[in-house]
């Protein structure tokens, strides 16, 4: 945390931020969506070498599961979202259908880590990927997801804020 009590989420070096449209943030997105700064405030980046997909993650105290730690739904839920955003990235228009995630350590509340993802492969509308949460060497989660290609329609009035995203990852 820097002096103003807010969490220091910036990007490594060789990261480029991941500019999202303030719509869909405005729209109350379980991760991204809380503006009260109690429980998560991600920042999400790509790796220009290899457009890998990264955020930076302030788990707060209204995140607590276990007495001073993250609950691993909230973990879960960062991870479902960047591996979502990671496929999204790579071209895919996907929903997860199945998420496998393994909690190595306990992760303590007020805490800034990041969550790395990325697409291990694509077969028809399987979109397979995988991510973890960490901190330095230190690694608190992770997973593997299966995501489905869908029709872009299937996103109602969020598609077009989700294109704009998309559209980031093939630049």
């Given at each position: 945390?820097?002096k103003?009590?807010?969490?220091?989420?910036?990007?490594?070096?060789?990261?480029?931020?991941?500019?999202y449209?303030?719509?869909?943030?405005?729209?109350?997105s379980f991760?991204?969506?809380?503006?009260?700064?109690?429980?998560?405030?991600?920042r999400?980046f790509?790796r220009?070498?290899?457009n890998?997909?990264?955020?930076?993650?302030?788990?707060?105290?209204?995140t607590?599961?276990?007495?001073?730690?993250?609950?691993?739904?909230?973990?879960?839920?960062?991870?479902?979202?960047?591996?979502?955003?990671a496929?999204w990235?790579?071209?895919?228009?996907?929903?997860?259908?199945?998420?496998?995630?393994?909690?190595?350590?306990?992760?303590?509340?007020n805490?800034?880590?990041?969550?790395?993802?990325?697409?291990?492969?694509?077969?028809?509308?399987?979109?397979?990927?995988?991510g973890?949460?960490?901190?330095?060497?230190?690694?608190?989660?992770?997973?593997?997801?299966l995501?489905?290609?869908?029709?872009?329609?299937?996103?109602g009035d969020?598609?077009?804020?989700?294109?704009?995203?998309?559209?980031?990852?093939?630049?």
């Amino acid at each position: 945390m820097n002096k103003s009590n807010k969490p220091d989420l910036k990007g490594d070096p060789g990261w480029k931020e991941v500019n999202y449209p303030e719509e869909y943030r405005k729209q109350r997105s379980f991760v991204i969506g809380d503006h009260s700064g109690d429980r998560l405030t991600v920042r999400y980046f790509t790796r220009e070498s290899d457009n890998r997909f990264f955020g930076k993650v302030y788990f707060g105290v209204a995140t607590q599961g276990p007495p001073g730690h993250a609950h691993g739904g909230s973990m879960a839920a960062v991870l479902d979202e960047a591996m979502g955003f990671a496929a999204w990235l790579a071209g895919q228009t996907v929903v997860a259908a199945k998420i496998i995630v393994e909690y190595i350590e306990m992760l303590p509340v007020n805490s800034v880590v990041t969550v790395e993802a990325w697409v291990e492969s694509i077969d028809g509308r399987k979109v397979v990927t995988k991510g973890k949460i960490y901190s330095g060497d230190l690694v608190y989660s992770t997973s593997e997801g299966l995501f489905i290609n869908v029709p872009a329609e299937k996103f109602g009035d969020m598609a077009h804020y989700l294109y704009k995203v998309k559209e980031q990852g093939r630049k």
